[in-house]
C-alpha cells in the first residue's frame, strides 16, 4: 500500500512539474537572433552602400518557389586613397536557412536608388524594376530600368533616361489588366530641386509615360516614398506619398493621399505634423537633419480589422534631440485620421529609415517592422568613441496601442546604419526572417553589412508540445495501473 502511494506521489509530481514548466516556458520573451551576416566583394579594399530606404526588395523573381533577396546601392574602387569608380551593384541573393547564395550580379556605372519586382507586363513573369543613374562618358543621368532574370540570365527589358525614382510601387490603377508603375524623386538642376511624381506603363517592350508627370513646388513639397492600396473599400485604388513640406530647417511631415484619373494625379486629402514649431535636429556631420521628416510609408491591415492602415516612419525633432517616429493611420474616404503615434530615443539621435510588415512571430497576426540608426551627437567626427548603432524593432498594433515586441541594437568596424529592412519566408521553413542591409564603415570605407534575423520563438512551442505529450503520456500509465489495480481488487472478491 505503501509503494503505490508512494509511487502514484511521484507521478503526480512529475505531472505538476511538467505542467508549471511548460506554462513557465510559454511566457518566456522570444529574441531576435542572428542567423547570417553577408558583406561585399569590396569589404576592406573598396566600399559598397545601400543607402535610401528602398533599396532591398524580397520577392520570387525567377518563379523557382524560393523567395530571393534583390539588393541595389552604389560601389566604388579605391587606389592609394582615391575612389576610382562608381557603379551600380544589382545583386540577386537567395538563403537555404543555412547559405546565403549569390545568384547573380550585375554592374553598370551609376547608382541604384530603388530596388523592386513585380509583374508589370502581366505575362506572368516578375520583374525587377531599378531606378537610380546611369555614367555616359563624362554625363550623369538618371534611369529607370526593367529587368528579367530567368534560367541564370539577366536581361534588360525596358529603360527610359531622365526619370527621377527615388521609390517605386507597381498596382494595376484603373483595373485593366495591366499594371501602372508609380515613381516618386527628386530632379535636380544646379542647385534647384523639387520632387516629381510621375506614371508608366510597361507596354510592348518599352516604358510609356503616362500623362504629365507632378513637379512639387520646391521647398513646398518633397516626397520620397510612394505606395498604393484601396484604403476605404470603394473600390478605388488610393497613391500614398509621404515626406515633408517646406525646407528641412522648419520642415513638418506630410503624408498625402492621390487618386489617378488615367490622365493626372488628384490631390484627396494633405496631412501635416511636427512635435515643436521651432528648432531642427543635426545630423551626424553637423548639418541640418530636419524638424519633421517622413522616410518610407508601408501599408497593411496591421490590427485585423479588415481595413487597411498606413503606417510612416521617420524622425521628429523634440525640442532636444532628434526621435524616431512611427505612426498609424486610416483614410475613411474624405479624411486622414492618425489612430496612434510613438516616439522614442536611445540617444541624440534616433532614425526609423524604413518599415516592412509581416507575421515576424507566427502569432497569425501582421506585425510592423522597423529599422534605422542611433547616434550619439556629432558622432561622425568622434566614430571611434562614439559608433553609430543599427536598430532593428517589432512593433504590434491593436487597434488603439503600438506595442514594442523586439528590439535589437549593433555596432560593427566604425558604426552601421541599418537602412533597410524586409520581411519574407526566405527558406520555406513556413517561418519569416528579416533582412537588414545598409551601411557599415570600415576604415574610411563602407560595406552594406547585410543580416538575416528570425525570432526565437520555435522552441517554446516545441517544448510545451513536448511537455503536453509528456503529460498526456504520464496520465495514460497512472490510469492504465489504476485500472489494473482495480482490476485485480474486484477479482479478490469471491462470486456469490
Known amino acids: ?32 537572433v542572428l542567423r547570417a551576416e553577408q558583406h561585399w566583394e569590396t569589404y576592406g579594399v573598396g566600399g559598397t552602400c545601400i543607402p535610401g530606404s528602398h533599396n532591398l526588395f524580397l520577392a520570387d523573381v525567377d518563379k523557382d518557389g524560393i523567395i530571393e533577396i534583390v539588393t541595389g546601392g552604389l560601389m566604388y574602387q579605391v587606389h592609394e586613397g582615391e575612389r576610382l569608380t562608381l557603379e551600380a551593384p ?24 530603388c530596388v ?50 527615388g521609390a517605386v510601387f507597381a498596382r494595376d490603377l484603373n483595373r485593366d489588366g495591366l499594371p501602372e508603375i508609380i515613381t516618386v524623386g527628386r530632379t535636380r538642376v544646379a542647385n534647384w530641386s ?37 484604403l476605404d473599400g470603394d473600390g ?28 493626372e494625379f488628384q490631390l484627396q486629402a494633405n ?51 532628434v526621435a524616431a517616429q512611427l505612426r498609424i493611420w486610416t483614410w475613411n474616404g474624405t479624411t ?5 503615434s510613438q516616439e522614442w530615443t536611445s540617444d541624440y539621435l534616433t532614425e526609423v529609415k524604413c518599415i516592412a510588415l509581416g507575421d515576424v512571430d507566427g502569432d497569425s497576426h501582421m506585425e510592423i517592422v522597423t529599422s534605422g540608426i542611433v547616434a550619439a551627437y556629432g558622432s561622425f567626427n568622434t566614430n571611434q568613441t562614439s559608433p553609430n548603432h543599427a536598430q532593428l524593432s517589432v512593433w504590434s498594433w491593436d487597434g488603439s496601442s503600438l506595442s514594442l515586441a523586439q528590439s535589437q541594437e549593433w555596432t560593427i568596424g566604425d558604426g552601421v546604419c541599418a537602412w533597410n529592412v524586409g520581411v519574407a519566408d526566405l527558406d520555406k521553413n513556413g517561418k519569416t526572417e528579416i533582412v537588414t542591409v545598409g ?26 508540445i513536448i511537455a503536453l505529450s509528456s503529460a498526456v503520456i504520464v496520465l495514460l500509465v497512472s490510469a492504465y495501473f489504476l485500472a489494473k489495480k482495480f482490476r485485480k481488487r474486484i477479482n479478490a472478491f469471491p462470486e456469490q
Not at 524594376?129 to 546611369?134: C, K, L, Q, R
Not at 553637423?286 to 521617420?314: C, F, H, L, P
Not at 486622414?336 to 496612434?340: P, S, V, W
Open 194 to 230: 523639387s520632387t516629381q511624381l510621375a506614371m508608366w506603363q510597361l507596354r510592348d517592350g518599352n516604358l510609356t509615360l503616362l500623362g504629365e508627370p507632378l513637379r512639387f513646388e520646391a521647398n513646398v513639397t518633397s516626397a520620397s516614398t510612394v505606395s498604393a492600396c484601396d
Open 236 to 263: 478605388e485604388i488610393e497613391i500614398i506619398t509621404a515626406g515633408y513640406s517646406g525646407k528641412l530647417e522648419n520642415s513638418s511631415g506630410q503624408l498625402r493621399i492621390w487618386h489617378w484619373n488615367s490622365e
Open 116 to 165: 523592386y519586382a513585380a509583374d508589370v507586363d502581366n505575362d506572368g513573369e516578375v520583374e525587377i524594376i531599378t531606378a537610380g543613374s546611369v555614367i555616359n562618358g563624362t554625363s550623369f543621368s538618371s534611369v529607370l530600368r526593367i529587368w528579367s532574370w530567368n534560367d541564370g540570365a539577366l536581361t534588360l527589358e525596358a529603360s527610359s533616361e531622365g526619370t527621377y525614382g
Open 90 to 113: 544589382l545583386k540577386i541573393w537567395n538563403w537555404n536557412s543555412q547559405n546565403l547564395t549569390l545568384e547573380k550580379s550585375h554592374k553598370w556605372p551609376g547608382n541604384i536608388e
Open 1 to 32: 500500500m505503501k509503494r503505490n502511494t508512494a509511487f502514484f506521489s511521484i507521478i503526480f509530481i512529475l505531472l505538476l512539474a511538467l505542467i508549471i514548466l511548460s506554462v513557465y516556458m510559454l511566457h518566456q520573451p522570444s529574441t531576435l
Open 271 to 321: 496631412a501635416e505634423w511636427r512635435l515643436v514649431e521651432d528648432g531642427y535636429g543635426l545630423t551626424i556631420a553637423g548639418g541640418v537633419q530636419g524638424n519633421t521628416v517622413v522616410n518610407n510609408v508601408k501599408v497593411g491591415d496591421v490590427d485585423g480589422d479588415g481595413t487597411a492602415e498606413i503606417i510612416t516612419g521617420g524622425f521628429t525633432y523634440d525640442g532636444e534631440s
Open 336 to 340: 486622414l485620421l492618425l489612430e496612434g
Open 439 to 464: 551601411c557599415m564603415g570600415i576604415s574610411n570605407l563602407c560595406d552594406p553589412d547585410m543580416r538575416i534575423w528570425s525570432i526565437a520563438s520555435t522552441l517554446q512551442v516545441e517544448f510545451f
